[in-house]
């Protein structure tokens, strides 16, 4: 079956600009999760959806980050104002819900902010 | 706040070797353990999921274990090939808490 879909899988942008990056979870998943993988970082928590639930909005770096989850599939991570320091590879999960289990990752769309 | 080590940073061997590769944690109160492994330019493909109750999982030449009151795990991969070169994360809780991963080179 499907996967997890990103994209774009490239985004170049210039600085000040704002993004939008799309997530398409696995059908009936409905646990959805952001990761941001940085040089010098390693890989970080974004932000966590399950299902109807107010998001967890721990990991977001900044109040330039925000992310949403329409009905309950796609998700779209939007970043305002773009920096340098946004430069990295946004990675997309989604899993069966529950916290014990398995996650599936997408390919990532990486992000580079001139 | 979790804290997880991975060690070694990386790891070269000869094609046939067994190796072991070391993950840490710092808080035991996780609810499962994943190991990953990420191609230059990929994504993550999942290994192996642990639950926290559980003691080792395994998925053909690999086997992992889980001792959590003392926060490790480790990830055995039996007569390495060189398409098991990648980098290696272990992963800890559902809000991931990712360690800096082995880089593996397995030489033919």
Same mark, same amino acid.
């Given at each position: 079956?499907?996967?997890?879909?990103? *994209? +774009?899988?490239?985004?170049?942008?210039?600085?000040?600009?704002?993004?939008?990056?799309?997530?398409?979870?696995?059908?009936?998943? #409905?646990?959805?999760?952001?990761?941001?993988? *940085?040089?010098?970082?390693?890989?970080?928590?974004?932000?966590?959806?399950?299902?109807?639930?107010? +998001?967890?909005?721990?990991?977001?770096?900044?109040?330039?980050?925000?992310?949403?989850?329409?009905?309950?599939?796609?998700? @779209?991570?939007?970043?305002?104002? #773009?920096?340098q320091e946004d430069s990295a590879v946004y990675l997309c999960a989604s899993s069966l819900g529950g916290r014990s289990n398995e996650q599936f990752f997408g390919p990532g #769309?990486?992000? @580079?902010?001139? | 706040?979790?804290?997880?080590?991975?060690?070694?940073?990386?790891?070269?061997?000869?094609?046939?070797?067994?190796?072991? !590769?070391?993950?840490?944690?710092?808080?035991?109160? =996780?609810?499962? $353990?994943?190991?990953?492994?990420?191609?230059?330019?990929?994504? !993550?493909?999942?290994?192996?999921?642990?639950?926290?109750?559980?003691?080792?999982?395994?998925?053909?030449? $690999?086997?992992?274990?889980?001792?959590?009151?003392?926060g490790r795990s480790t990830l055995y991969i039996a007569a390495s090939q060189p398409g098991d070169s990648a980098?290696? !994360?272990?992963?800890?809780?559902?809000? !991931?808490?990712?360690?800096?991963?082995? =880089?593996?080179?397995?030489?033919?």
């Open positions: 079956g499907a996967g997890v879909s990103q *994209s +774009p899988s490239n985004k170049v942008t210039e600085k000040g600009k704002d993004v939008e990056l799309r997530c398409d979870p696995i059908s009936g998943h #409905t646990a959805l999760y952001w990761y941001r993988q *940085s040089l010098g970082q390693g890989l970080e928590f974004l932000i966590y959806f399950q299902g109807n639930s107010a +998001p967890d909005k721990s990991g977001l770096p900044s109040d330039r980050f925000s992310a949403e989850r329409t009905g309950g599939s796609v998700s @779209t991570l939007t970043i305002q104002r #773009t920096q #769309t990486r992000l @580079t902010v001139l | 706040k979790q804290e997880v080590t991975q060690i070694p940073a990386a790891l070269s061997v000869p094609e046939g070797e067994n190796l072991v !590769l070391n993950c840490s944690f710092t808080d035991s109160a =996780i609810y499962n $353990l994943q190991w990953f492994r990420q191609d230059p330019g990929k994504g !993550l493909t999942s290994l192996l999921l642990i639950q926290s109750s559980q003691r080792e999982q395994t998925s053909g030449r $690999l086997n992992a274990s889980l001792d959590k009151s003392s980098t290696y !994360l272990c992963a800890v809780r559902n809000k !991931l808490v990712f360690g800096a991963g082995t =880089i593996l080179r397995v030489k033919s």
